[in-house]
């Protein structure tokens, strides 16, 4: 038991060192709380108990030249059953007055410029816009990011593959943000077992006091087939309290709506509870959650 202690002891302070002489820092969130889903069938039960934990590692330093070059990883809780961690997300960049170039499982240049509707509850319950690069099965992609003049360009790339059936994605996007506003336009361009496949976005933010707004529309071309989506967010801040309201219809046809709310309880911890619905081919479903999240 001492020795695993001491072992323990010493793998501590080597991090503390290794933080200090070479930029790597440490961060994670918690959460626990309950969860209720109407579709959940025998034996799991519709409303069922829920906890997990995850741990980000940040490394980062400045070259003899002036560059910043770094990585970032997440350590993530295992299923009970097994007892066992995983590593996700994990990026690496090098960026000067080029601008930015990171390489990893990362959001392809229309998401990067626009972004997610905001989350609800503490589960996360929002459906959120659908994108076409990297996004169902992560891998290794490519994003350059330059920024001027309230201006941030981007372009990405999916992992390179070959073969009429492939499957990458291309993508350029532009935002604008000025005086609490920001509007974005992004496409996407590739191939869907051997189909040619396009998506163009278009979002706006707005941020007026204590409410932001957001909103998002895009157009899904495959072969002949067409199909769109559109969002709409609104959030207010109320001294400690937070209350997100979003509706989304995503490129998969599915309409989905919710409200959620957060209570601050200081120090990175926080009450949060939302519902939520999901309508796909006439089927509804059903979630909502409550619990604490934590940020550490």
Same mark, same amino acid.
């Given at each position: 038991?001492?020795?695993? %202690?001491?072992?323990?002891? *010493?793998?501590?302070?080597?991090?503390?060192?290794? #933080?200090?002489?070479?930029?790597?820092?440490?961060?994670?969130?918690?959460?626990?709380?309950?969860?209720?889903?109407?579709?959940?069938?025998?034996? *799991?039960?519709? !409303?069922?108990?829920?906890?997990? /934990?995850?741990?980000?590692?940040?490394?980062? =330093?400045?070259?003899?030249?002036?560059?910043?070059?770094?990585?970032?990883?997440?350590?993530?809780?295992?299923?009970?059953? @097994?007892?066992?961690?995983?590593? $996700?997300?994990?990026?690496?960049?090098?960026?000067?007055?080029?601008g930015r170039l990171t390489?990893?499982?990362i959001a392809g240049a229309?998401?990067?410029?626009?972004?997610?509707?905001?989350?609800?509850?503490?589960?996360?319950?929002?459906?959120?816009?659908?994108?076409?690069?990297?996004?169902?099965?992560? =891998? !290794?992609? @490519?994003?350059?990011?330059?920024?001027?003049?309230?201006?941030?360009?981007?372009?990405?790339?999916?992992?390179?593959?070959?073969?009429?059936?492939? !499957?990458?994605?291309?993508?350029?996007?532009?935002?604008?943000?000025?005086?609490?506003?920001?509007?974005?336009?992004?496409?996407?361009?590739?191939? %869907?077992?051997?189909?040619?496949?396009?998506?163009?976005?278009?979002?706006?933010?707005?941020?007026?006091?204590?409410?932001?707004?957001?909103?998002?529309?895009?157009?899904?071309?495959?072969?002949? $087939?067409? !199909?769109?989506?559109?969002?709409?967010? *609104? #959030? /207010?801040?109320?001294?400690?309290?937070?209350?997100?309201?979003?509706?989304?219809?995503?490129?998969?046809? #599915?309409?989905?709506?919710?409200?959620?709310?957060?209570?601050? %309880?200081?120090?990175?911890?926080? %009450?949060?509870?939302?519902?939520?619905?999901?309508?796909?081919?006439? @089927?509804?479903?059903?979630?909502?959650?409550?619990?604490? $999240?934590?940020?550490?």
């Open positions: 038991m001492k020795k695993i %202690l001491f072992a323990s002891t *010493a793998l501590i302070l080597s991090a503390g060192v290794a #933080s200090a002489n070479n930029n790597i820092s440490f961060s994670g969130d918690a959460r626990m709380g309950v969860v209720y889903n109407s579709a959940n069938v025998a034996p *799991a039960a519709k !409303t069922q108990f829920s906890a997990r /934990a995850r741990m980000t590692i940040r490394m980062s =330093r400045t070259t003899d030249t002036g560059l910043q070059v770094g990585a970032t990883f997440r350590v993530d809780q295992g299923g009970a059953a @097994v007892g066992n961690t995983s590593m $996700t997300g994990g990026t690496v960049f090098i960026s000067g007055d080029f390489m990893g499982d229309v998401e990067g410029v626009i972004g997610q509707l905001p989350n609800i509850g503490y589960s996360e319950l929002r459906q959120g816009a659908q994108w076409l690069s990297n996004a169902e099965a992560r =891998r !290794t992609a @490519v994003r350059y990011e330059y920024s001027f003049d309230g201006f941030t360009v981007m372009l990405s790339s999916d992992q390179l593959q070959q073969g009429p059936a492939k !499957t990458g994605y291309a993508g350029i996007g532009v935002k604008y943000s000025f005086d609490g506003f920001s509007v974005a336009l992004g496409h996407e361009t590739g191939k %869907l077992a051997g189909v040619s496949d396009r998506h163009t976005m278009i979002g706006a933010e707005a941020s007026l006091d204590m409410v932001t707004l957001k909103a998002l529309y895009g157009e899904r071309k495959t072969g002949a $087939t067409k !199909t769109k989506q559109y969002g709409v967010s *609104a #959030s /207010a801040n109320i001294d400690a309290v937070n209350v997100t309201a979003y509706y989304m219809r995503r490129l998969n046809t #599915s309409k989905n709506y919710g409200i959620g709310a957060s209570y601050s %309880l200081g120090g990175g911890a926080h %009450l949060r509870g939302a519902i939520n619905q999901t309508s796909l081919g006439g @089927v509804k479903t059903n979630t909502a959650d409550f619990g604490v $999240t934590m940020s550490f």
